[in-house]
């Protein structure tokens, strides 16, 4: 019995490690987009959203899966602000977290792919960041085009105008944010304080 213990233990250990570093990254990627969108605005749909650094790093250090599952927790906060307490209704609230799923779904996969571990992987990590966007902006023209038309026809025409807008601000902030990643990736105490705290 205690050798079936000892042999359980590691795979129990890593899988509390894999839902600290979830809640945690989830955590962070709301409490950024709450300060970041209070700080900058343009007009009432448009707002600064630098959420994803919690899926980003979740994503580069934890894999595709986590990554994915990391993105629909950061995805609750705009998905309630944008959905539930605005215009977009339940569409919003649970279109917006599957994007920012698919992100940390692909960074993820990319990341891994490239080898992204570490000192000497910053430029890695940022290759990684902006091409694992490529998916979510896809999703997010589909979500506004086709979406948005379907469920929401009364004020499709009204909320189309916004994208434009939103995808050269969501470039943006992942143009700045894969810096962000990439200086973490190649901050060794940092990188050594996930793999510490969150790795297996």
Known sequence: MSHFWRAGA??????????????????????????SQSMMRWGSQVALDLSHMGTLVAAV???????????????????IYYGFMDSLGLLGLFGLP???AITGFSVG???????????????????ATLVGYVPEC???IFFFKVLVAVFLPAIAG????FLVPILIKAWI?????????????????????VQRHFMG
């Open 138 to 140: 896809l999703y997010t």
């Open 173 to 193: 902030e992942m143009v700045l944010m894969s810096v962000y990643i990439g200086a973490l990736v190649g901050n060794a105490g940092f990188t050594r304080f």
């Open 98 to 100: 599957i994007g920012k």
């Open 109 to 127: 996969l990319i990341a891994k792919r490239l080898g992204v571990s570490g000192e000497g992987s910053s430029l890695k990590a940022v290759l």
């Open 158 to 161: 009204f909320l189309i105008a």
């Open 61 to 79: 250090y934890g894999g595709p899966i986590l990554g994915l599952l990391t993105g629909l927790v950061v995805g609750v906060g705009p998905g």
């Open 10 to 35: 590691p795979t129990m250990s890593v899988k509390t490690k894999s839902l600290a570093l979830i809640a945690s990254m989830g955590a962070l990627g709301n409490a950024l987009f709450i300060l």
